[in-house]
């Protein structure tokens, strides 16, 4: 028996921002969920963003596996900055994909993706999680990707905190993104869900506005409820903040076994 899913999305331009330059794809059906976040201060960001989605979908429909799949779209991305009120433009790329009782995972940049589930003994080890990732399973919540930023690999370094970290002046600046003129590389996780639980793939404009403690305590609070509910009350606790940049997310509620009532809550 595979994985039964039901998700929920919400993309929003923020408080600060006149364009939102991040698109997304929640596609139960296909068993995909992407979000593309284009780069902040690039001409034709929200171009990227578009762009990735779209070709990542398409070639994911025809059989490429995700890194197959970013890496054309990282070259699609390239190919069309050539036009020039373009050119600069780019795009970090986050992506679950359903197969089977698996997610494979894939991502360029600093969009994230979280796992929130009861915490089993043992799930802070073998889930593939860096060091620093593992003092999340005691709030239930994992950031199963890692950052391609310069502040993330300081926090590896041990040069900064990860509170330090969070609120660095250079936080939200990237190592790489698709679009970027040089190659690029694809991390890839697989993920076996072994209790119900969600994931959360998202933009920067979630987590730079909320903390993994208060994503953690917002999920917990409200994990009753419809999935669709459940996004509306993140939707609202991101807009009490300053958002001052655009904010997507996707929450992807999941049963490894029977249905039972828990999910029962979160289908449609």
């Given at each position: 028996?595979?994985?039964?899913?039901?998700?929920?999305?919400?993309?929003?331009?923020?408080?600060?921002?006149?364009?939102?330059?991040?698109?997304?794809?929640?596609?139960?059906?296909?068993?995909?969920?992407?979000?593309?976040?284009?780069?902040?201060?690039?001409?034709?960001?929200?171009?990227?963003?578009?762009?990735?989605?779209?070709?990542?979908?398409?070639?994911?429909?025809?059989?490429?596996?995700?890194?197959?799949?970013?890496?054309?779209?990282?070259?699609?991305?390239?190919?069309?900055?050539?036009?020039?009120?373009?050119?600069?433009?780019?795009?970090?790329?986050?992506?679950?994909?359903?197969?089977?009782?698996?997610?494979?995972?894939?991502?360029?940049?600093?969009?994230?993706?979280?796992?929130?589930?009861?915490?089993?003994?043992?799930?802070e080890q073998g889930r593939g999680l860096n060091q620093s990732n593992r003092h999340a399973a005691q709030i239930k919540l994992q950031q199963l990707s890692r950052?391609?930023?310069?502040?993330?690999?300081?926090?590896?370094?041990?040069?900064?905190?990860?509170?330090?970290?969070?609120?660095?002046?250079?936080?939200?600046?990237?190592?790489?993104?698709?679009?970027?003129?040089?190659?690029?590389?694809?991390?890839?996780?697989?993920?076996?869900?072994?209790?119900?639980?969600?994931?959360?793939?998202?933009?920067?404009?979630?987590?730079?506005?909320?903390?993994?403690?208060?994503?953690?305590?917002?999920?917990?609070?409200?994990?009753?409820?419809?999935?669709?509910?459940?996004?509306?009350?993140?939707?609202?606790?991101?807009?009490?903040?300053?958002?001052?940049?655009?904010?997507?997310?996707?929450?992807?509620?999941?049963?490894?076994?029977?249905?039972?009532?828990?999910?029962?809550?979160?289908?449609?």
């Open positions: 028996m595979g994985l039964r899913c039901s998700s929920a999305s919400v993309s929003h331009v923020g408080h600060a921002r006149e364009v939102n330059e991040d698109t997304h794809l929640a596609d139960d059906a296909q068993g995909l969920w992407i979000v593309a976040d284009g780069v902040g201060g690039h001409v034709g960001g929200d171009v990227a963003s578009r762009l990735a989605v779209d070709t990542v979908s398409q070639q994911v429909a025809e059989g490429a596996d995700l890194t197959d799949a970013f890496l054309q779209a990282h070259e699609r991305i390239l190919e069309r900055a050539q036009t020039l009120d373009l050119a600069g433009m780019g795009t970090t790329l986050a992506a679950v994909r359903q197969t089977g009782r698996l997610f494979e995972l894939a991502w360029v940049g600093d969009s994230r993706i979280y796992c929130f589930e009861e915490p089993r003994r043992g799930d950052d391609h930023s310069f502040v993330e690999d300081m926090v590896e370094r041990g040069v900064l905190s990860r509170d330090e970290a969070a609120t660095h002046p250079q936080r939200n600046l990237i190592r790489q993104a698709l679009g970027m003129p040089k190659s690029i590389k694809v991390d890839r996780l697989q993920f076996k869900p072994r209790v119900n639980g969600l994931l959360l793939v998202c933009s920067d404009g979630v987590t730079d506005m909320l903390s993994d403690a208060q994503l953690a305590a917002l999920l917990d609070r409200y994990l009753d409820r419809h999935i669709k509910a459940l996004a509306l009350e993140l939707k609202n606790a991101l807009l009490a903040t300053p958002a001052d940049d655009n904010f997507t997310f996707i929450l992807i509620a999941y049963s490894p076994g029977r249905v039972n009532a828990w999910l029962n809550r979160c289908l449609p």
